[in-house]
């Protein structure tokens, strides 16, 4: 068999499995089709074209190497008027972190900061004191029976910490929460058009709302990140209006990052904890495997199932001949249940040595991984030493993402 028949087979073998991921039965479980995937091998073609990457070596090795780029601004323009990549929250997000590459993404990067020691110990203490009151609330509406821990203090928590560093107002942190969820479509695997349309205006909201929030900061500075990154800019471009542009990305990009991933880690980290009973009681006792707990929740489970590189050059990985230009999806969560990376993968170890991808890596390793941590392991600590044993009531539903997961509910209520 030539290689291009064996291609256009191996596409049209995957892609049942691909349709299946995208359902609703799909996207609640997905590791059973990512299993099945795995079997075909670690790199293999995708049903609607590009590479599809399964295998935790060959993704470790893509992440981390500058071979490979992200879909840049200039890479989306070549894609054509007509595609995803150019619908106008696609183009927005190409300014953003998450889609340069060096040497933008280093200027911007080093721009950015990074959270060192002290921030974290400042933000830290917030974090602390959000979480109580959020426990404080629960705890009162649990007496009814049940509630819904997602709702109630998972999607609370990120938008608390991220918005009181930022100095955004409280009233206006339900808001920003719900455009994040419409948002996040634009950096779907697969987005439908319906998809796209929320996220297109998600973005033009989120534009006119951070654009006014930079204008203040300029006319009214104060000790804050916002008034900080003017400060960097204005040192680094001396347009003025160039350099509000360029906080304003920075500022829409953190808010992104912080709350719609942290958000699924924490539920989906306390989903972990609540479906076992002996799994509860087991971290109750040892609070000392909580860090671990958390890790394996980023393995078992994590926030982004699927993040895209493109080739800088001619390539081969893992076999496959990949072209300049061509996109990778690397399904890192069928590379975390990777046999070959990982002993009996479908079992939760709070033990196990921690090994995911769920922060990236190479030069992209995720800007706010120690404050996901911070969050996820603050609400743990907390959540077994205030909280008896809660136990699920029913399954969550998720949200219909393929590369971005999302409970939608976590109702619980005590044991």
Request: hydrophobic residues 40%.
């Amino acid at each position: 068999m030539s290689v291009a028949t064996a291609t256009s087979y191996d596409r049209r073998a995957s892609a049942s499995l691909f349709s299946r991921l995208r359902t609703a039965g799909g996207q609640a479980d997905p590791f059973p089709l990512y299993a099945e995937l795995l079997s075909r091998g670690e790199v293999i073609p995708a049903p609607w074209g590009g590479t599809v990457v399964t295998g935790f070596a060959a993704c470790d090795q893509v992440l981390r190497s500058r071979q490979w780029l992200e879909p840049d601004r200039q890479w989306r323009e070549r894609q054509g008027a007509g595609t995803r990549w150019n619908a106008p929250s696609s183009r927005e997000m190409s300014h953003t972190l998450v889609a340069l590459n060096s040497p933008d993404h280093t200027r911007v990067r080093r721009a950015a900061g990074t959270f060192d020691r002290g921030a974290l110990e400042r933000i830290g203490r917030g974090v602390s004191r959000a979480t109580d009151q959020l426990l404080d609330a629960f705890t009162e509406r649990i007496r009814d029976g049940e509630a819904d821990f997602s709702e109630l203090v998972c999607e609370e928590l990120p938008v608390a910490t991220i918005g009181d560093w930022l100095g955004l107002p409280k009233a206006d942190w339900p808001r920003l929460r719900e455009l994040t969820h419409d948002q996040v479509f634009a950096q779907e695997l697969l987005p439908s058009a319906s998809q796209l349309a929320l996220s297109d205006a998600a973005t033009a909201e989120l534009r006119t709302y951070f654009m006014e929030l930079v204008r203040d900061r300029r006319a009214h500075p104060g000790d804050d990140p916002v008034t900080r990154w003017i400060r960097t800019w204005d040192a680094i471009e001396s347009d003025r209006d160039k350099a509000d542009e360029a906080v304003y990305h920075l500022v829409l990009f953190v808010l992104l990052a912080a709350l719609e991933t942290t958000a699924t880690l924490l539920s989906s980290m306390t989903l972990r904890l609540v479906e076992s009973p002996e799994r509860w009681d087991t971290i109750a006792d040892n609070p000392d495997l909580v860090p671990g707990f958390v890790e394996e929740t980023l393995r078992y489970d994590a926030p982004t199932h699927v993040i895209s590189r493109v080739a800088s050059q001619d390539s081969v990985l893992g076999g496959i001949e990949i072209r300049r230009d061509e996109m990778v999806h690397l399904l890192v969560g069928a590379a975390h249940r990777d046999p070959a990376r990982h002993g009996d993968p479908d079992r939760f170890d709070p033990a196990r040595a921690p090994g995911h991808l769920a922060f990236s890596g190479g030069i992209h390793y995720c800007l706010g991984a120690p404050l996901a941590r911070l969050e996820a392991q603050t609400l743990l600590h907390q959540l077994i030493r205030r909280l008896p044993r809660l136990t699920l009531v029913r399954t969550p539903s998720m949200a219909p993402r393929v590369a971005f997961r999302r409970l939608l509910n976590l109702d619980v209520a005590i044991a």
